[in-house]
């Protein structure tokens, strides 16, 4: 099946270009990139241009940031072709509902993704809880914005999402293997003086399950989620990639593919069943704590 | 059918009770509340005695502000009965999934009710609009705090939605009369220094619709909404209760029920049909605007 991609910046060319070469099901026929390109393959840089010169392109995948993606996300639905997002799926959740509809009544097919999800562990992880009840549970997800975001102002501008941008990965693997959805109760957020969106937040979920998040951590880097239940004692590590259960690791992990490579086999499942899968669950967290969350000033950040 | 209100404050006494008094569908049997009561109802202050004591009890009514319904929400679905909300449903879009997912487990009636869209013109202009395309519009929702909440804190703090908690029914009212989904592009929220929560807001949505609302509109109050469409213009004046069209006022719905024996009449009709009504689209806006909100701080509010 061919393949557009659409924004080639540092994670198109990080993770989706090497996923799409080495996939047995996408071939990618075209990019559209105000600056970027990929060797060999048909370069645009207005996205109606691409899709009238390709009727053989099925399927598009943007990787733009949230902002801009509304837009070209309707122009690919709207050319009838299928739809993959990087995460988040949009910069509002409206603007998803309403990508959601046009994709319906279009008949193609709609993911989300969320590569936090295809994290080694994750599937065990899910597979270990199910049945089980949840009693308390802790994410801690510190990470430095200065290594992994360098001068990337809009992240911490008004709908930058600031460290909600690395927590909704956290939030995207709690509500996957939860036996039980959870809501938020409450949610603290730091906010720079000079900055819009929160630098730092800490959520109070049901189930008993805190969340810390923080971008300004130097050093090691930490992406835990740990959770106890009636029956024992599971941690997810490294972003999702390392399980344990009651303190021992669980091994057998190692022959799934990577995260980027799994997106895009489950689309191209979708698309081969007429499916889609828009699952909004840690967007409407996000959204909830930036609703209700107490906001802290905190001293002004400069990359 | 015998019905149990939760919360005997102001909005209860003031339409609830009356609404219920002279509906030829309900019997007020029990109330529930800290202080209130309603002369010859049963009272509790405690909603799980009030469930053991009245199995009779099919349906309760929360009247409670958001933050504390959830909790007593749950009770309700737990026991079994029916359950009506006053707007906004929760203090969460993820809470109120979790009372969805509740009500279906439990095979009762859930109804998140938005009183506005049961004011007098809102159904004629929902008629009058279908099938037309909206051009550009205009919401203007301008009123005294300090006349409609005097000295009620909780709405400017975190959770409260500020200026959003009579800016959500205009928001209820726009998206059940537009003809195509609406979702939000940009939005400026105005933060008293003393304050957590907007207590003025402006918002761009897609259709070309704008919206803007404030809290400190001292003298006349304004509760508009214009559409300007392929076909005329429409204009919801009176909170949704004048309906114009190109400038004439549309008469004929002066036999048309007020907005509270409308909201009970339809969750009689919900029960008996064991049906169910959550539409999010309006909380969803508020949601959005908080997430993508550019916040400026504004001079300091006291009541």
């Not at 099901?25 to 390709?54: E, N």
């Not at 509002?92 to 959601?100: D, G, I, K, P, Y």
């Not at 191209?268 to 899968?277: E, I, K, N, W």
Request: aromatic share 6%; proline share 6%.
């Amino acid at each position: 099946m061919r393949i557009a991609l659409v924004g080639i910046g540092k994670i198109a060319l990080d993770q989706h270009v090497p996923a799409l070469a080495d996939s047995p099901d996408w071939d990618l026929a075209a990019t559209v990139s105000r600056s970027g390109s990929v060797p060999g393959v048909d370069a645009f840089t207005d996205i109606d241009a691409m899709l009238k010169a390709h009727p053989d392109v099925g399927t598009v995948s943007l990787c733009l940031p949230p902002v801009p993606r509304f837009d070209a996300a309707v122009q690919v639905l709207r050319a009838g072709r299928h739809l993959m997002l990087e995460k988040p799926p949009g910069a509002t959740l409206s603007e998803v509902h309403v990508l959601a509809d046009l994709a319906r009544a279009q008949g193609v097919t709609i993911f989300a993704s969320w590569h936090s999800r295809m994290a080694h562990g994750v599937a065990a992880a899910k597979a270990w809880l199910a049945g089980k009840t949840v009693h308390k549970g802790r994410i801690i997800w510190r990470e430095d914005i200065r290594k992994w975001h360098p001068g990337q102002d809009w992240i911490l501008a008004a709908g930058g999402m600031g460290v909600f941008d690395p927590g909704i990965n956290a939030l995207s693997i709690l509500t996957e293997i939860l036996p039980a959805p959870v809501h938020l109760r409450t949610a603290e957020l730091d906010v720079p003086a000079n900055r819009q969106a929160p630098i730092a937040a800490r959520l109070n979920l049901s189930q008993d399950i805190t969340a810390d998040l923080d971008f300004r951590q130097e050093g090691p880097q930490t992406w835990d989620i740990e959770l106890q239940t009636d029956a024992g004692h599971l941690a997810l590590r490294m972003g999702g990639n390392l399980l344990e259960v009651d303190g021992t690791r669980v091994d057998g992990q190692d022959s799934i593919m990577g995260e980027y490579p799994a997106l895009y086999a489950r689309m191209a499942g979708l698309v081969r069943d007429g499916a889609s899968d828009l699952d909004l669950a840690p967007m409407v967290l996000v959204a909830d704590a930036f609703t209700l969350g107490q906001r802290t000033t905190v001293d002004p950040f400069d990359f």
